[in-house]
């Protein structure tokens, strides 16, 4: 058994408490730093609460509900004159965020995470509603006397506010209690406001959290020079906090999961936890706290959305029939491809009442759709034909060229959906690395290595042809799921993107222009790499032919990675011997494969591999979680992820 941490650790030099008449404790934790551990017992009265006194301002970490904001407005008036003037909310959820109203009335402006403000807006309002129209007393109360207002100051990452005194810096590293969790770090006097990313005590609610990433933003957290954690509940302590509620989920993990690894269900897994020194922290069982059980067990089960689909691809739901649909009844068959025992066990579990049936080849699985509602990993002319019934049909690729080219399919009211942006990471790897190849030397380099074996330059290399990428354009062709990867990351290189894409309309940050595709001729002349991560559609079948790359820089490179048939494989080859163009970067090819002997292959300005930039083992485990999730939202009547606009071909 694991040692158990001291968790309510002695926290030298601070000003000793002062009981708040209202309910609230408050510790002066540095010269103009404040904390208000809010009252829990015997009513709720919301979370803790900290204000940083800058010279001419107030800034309050944690808005609460109204009902303590209007306690530590109070409070703050005690401590200075000067005003509030910005309220940061750690997440959106009521006890931290509805307090906002008050301090707006003051004059002051909400801060928070770009997450939190899109879920305050889409969530707040509603929830505000119900609070003030509650049976409950104390729920009224909580909300009584102050308008709902979100925070209106977003930030991604970081955010600083400073005097030259005092510095708050308040960080984001991802989703921990909820998708827009973000804490606020005082550097000069290593204090770190958690919000409920971090809590003391018995209140250990999972909320939207996830917990395989919240134990690495704890983790982040842990780096920080942190000597006091102020928590989003429960009594202040020392950085070893952070370690503890680590240590909470990342034991609570492994033994759910065993149990899971071990067949037990969701109740056997309740009754088998074991962590002891749980109650020594918290006063509670582990084994009461059935919440955060069973977050976890639908997490490893897939009874929830797999967070990195959602929240790290940005897949969405698309338009498709759900349980409101008139009509709409829940699915009976659905044919599956050959997989592992434990797979289809899995597949079962998140789709109790649906039967899977298992095919081998498209030829069985289209005798198998007779009767079927749904297929996932086929998808042929002869299944459209023979599936009657069928409503949904899941391919395991993101180019969909091959199956929007069958007219029964494209006439019918069958859903496709594919895998887009599940294969985008590692071809944005991929992307960036052949571009690296050609500006970095690599291409010329290695092959001097493993033939001349000797130090220096290979021959006919010179110094000149070195490039920085960092102040260079590069031009995205297709700002999907693999544009979107590919610009990240060159923009992380010091990268001015500049990108075209049909569909996109909202304008990434980084991002320096998002054109339509009619633009893409004039900024191919900009361009210092272009990048193509273009669906292959009949509008964009060879779009890069001989006009497109006469209009290149003669020293920009061409990468593509995406689909070999945009490409105009003539006017390329011609383009590179005759200086068009510096070089080329070929994941995908016209003809593919590419026949031995082309002229391609010979030219030593052009990298070749053969169609594997989407290779990984993290691909193959989203992949497998993609169609687990949608086969889960089709059974439950929801919205399908990656749904393809059939006519568009994408």
């Known amino acids: 058994m694991r040692k158990v941490p001291a968790f309510f650790l002695a926290l030298a030099g601070l000003v000793p408490s002062v009981l708040s008449a209202d309910g609230g404790k408050v510790t002066k934790l540095a010269d103009d730093v404040y904390f208000m551990e809010t009252q829990t017992e015997p009513e709720f009265l919301g979370c803790n609460t900290g204000w940083v006194i800058f010279d001419d301002y107030v800034l309050v970490l944690d808005a609460g509900f109204p009902l303590s904001a209007k306690i530590v407005v109070e409070e703050v008036r005690k401590t200075t004159k000067k005003p509030v003037r910005y309220v940061f909310d750690t997440h959106y959820h009521g006890d931290h965020s509805f307090g906002n109203g008050v301090y707006v009335d003051l004059g002051a402006t909400g801060v928070a995470h770009t997450l939190c403000i899109r879920d305050q807006r889409l969530k707040n309002p509603a929830a505000y509603k119900a609070n003030q129209e509650s049976n409950n007393d104390l729920e009224r109360r909580w909300v009584a006397g102050a308008p709902w207002k979100d925070a209106t100051i977003g930030f991604d990452s970081s955010m600083e506010f400073s005097d030259g005194k005092h510095r708050v810096v308040l960080l984001h590293y ?65 950085k070893q906090l952070l370690q503890t509620q680590k240590n909470w989920f990342v034991q609570l993990r492994e033994q759910v999961g065993k149990g899971v690894a071990d067949g037990k269900s969701l109740d056997q897994i309740k009754e088998s936890i074991d962590i002891p020194w749980y109650e020594k922290w918290t006063s509670k069982k582990a084994t009461d706290q059935i919440p955060n059980i069973t977050q976890v067990y639908n997490e490893l089960t897939g009874r929830v959305p797999p967070a990195v689909l959602i929240r790290d691809l940005a897949i969405t739901a698309g338009p498709s029939p759900t349980k409101d649909t008139p009509g709409w009844t829940a699915p009976k068959k659905v044919v599956i491809g050959n997989h592992s025992p434990g797979q289809i066990a899995a597949l079962r579990a998140v789709a109790p009442d649906v039967e899977l049936v298992v095919a081998r080849t498209p030829a069985e699985a289209a005798k198998l759709a007779v009767d079927a509602d749904g297929v996932i990993g086929f998808c042929t002319a002869d299944i459209v034909k023979t599936g009657k019934k069928l409503r949904w049909i899941q391919v395991l690729s993101a180019g969909v060229e091959n199956y929007v080219t069958i007219p029964e399919l494209v006439k019918s009211d069958v859903v ?19 571009l690296l190849a050609f500006t970095r030397g690599l291409r010329w380099q290695i092959p001097h290595q493993t033939s001349e074996s000797t130090w220096g330059l290979p021959r006919g290399f010179n110094q000149s042809q070195f490039i920085e990428l960092q102040g260079k354009t590069i031009l995205v062709v297709g700002l999907g ?13 010091g990268v001015r993107v500049i990108a075209t894409d049909p569909k996109v309309t909202d304008r990434p940050k980084y991002v320096h222009h998002l054109g339509r595709p009619e633009e893409l001729k004039s900024l191919l002349g900009k361009a210092d790499a272009v990048i193509n991560c273009s669906p292959l559609t009949a509008e964009t079948e060879k779009m890069f032919n001989a006009d497109a790359f006469a209009a290149m820089k003669p020293n920009a490179f061409y990468i593509a990675v995406s689909r070999g048939k945009l490409t105009d494989t003539d006017a390329l080859v011609y383009a590179l011997k005759n200086k068009q163009i510096a070089g080329a970067g070929l994941d995908v090819t016209d003809p593919e ?18 169609h594997v930039a989407s290779r990984s083992e993290p691909r193959d485990e989203r992949m497998w979680l993609m169609y687990r999730e949608n086969l889960r939202r089709f059974a439950a009547g929801e919205p399908l992820l990656g749904v393809v606009d059939k006519r568009k071909g994408y």
């Open 174 to 238: 991802g989703q921990a209690h909820t998708a827009g969790d973000a804490m606020a770090y005082l550097p000069n006097e290593k204090i770190l406001f958690t919000g409920d990313a971090c809590v003391n005590g018995a209140f250990n609610y999972m909320g939207d959290g996830d917990s395989e990433n919240w134990i690495k933003v704890l983790e982040s957290l842990q780096e920080l020079d942190v000597e006091t954690v102020a928590p989003g509940h429960g009594p202040l302590a020392g």
């Open 416 to 434: 496709l959906t594919n895998t887009q942006k599940v294969y985008a990471p590692e071809i944005g790897d991929h992307a960036l690395a052949m």
């Open 481 to 493: 799921g693999i544009g979107t990867e590919v610009a990240r990351r060159a923009n992380a290189f």
């Open 593 to 610: 494969p590419l026949p031995p002997g082309h002229d391609l292959w010979k030219m030593p300005n052009v990298i070749i591999t053969p």
